[in-house]
Nanobody, 113 residues
């Protein structure tokens, strides 16, 4: 059974930092590009960042470039997202995804004073 389990969400003040983690199981992790995607309340899905397998290429959406850092560890099938200088508009449910095919259940991040 494919599982992607996110953790690390919570409430943080504007300007603060948070680190999300995702543990993957049930599929060959090294065969898949890994992504972080979010969904703000009442809005659609927004792709944030990807860490490719193979080439190890990393890409970011303009909205988070310079503030968020994605990293993958193929040794223990984990994916992380370091989020710095958070803004209220970053409030969303954050999803870990393998190839935009497999999805976790999400972690809620709320940025508020």
């Amino acid at each position: 059974e494919v599982q992607l389990i996110e953790s690390g969400g919570g409430l943080v003040q504007p300007g603060g930092s948070l680190r999300l983690s995702c543990v993957a199981s049930g599929f060959t992790y090294t065969n898949w590009p890994m992504n972080w995607v979010r969904q703000a309340p009442g809005k659609g899905l927004e792709w944030l960042a990807s860490a490719n397998n193979g080439s190890r290429t990393i890409t970011y959406a303009e909205s988070v470039k310079g503030r968020f850092t994605i990293s993958r560890n193929d040794a223990d099938n984990t994916l992380s997202l370091q989020m710095n200088n958070l803004r209220p508009e970053d409030t969303a449910t954050y999803y870990c995804s393998a190839g935009l095919t497999y999805w976790g259940k999400g972690a809620l991040v709320t940025v508020s004073a």
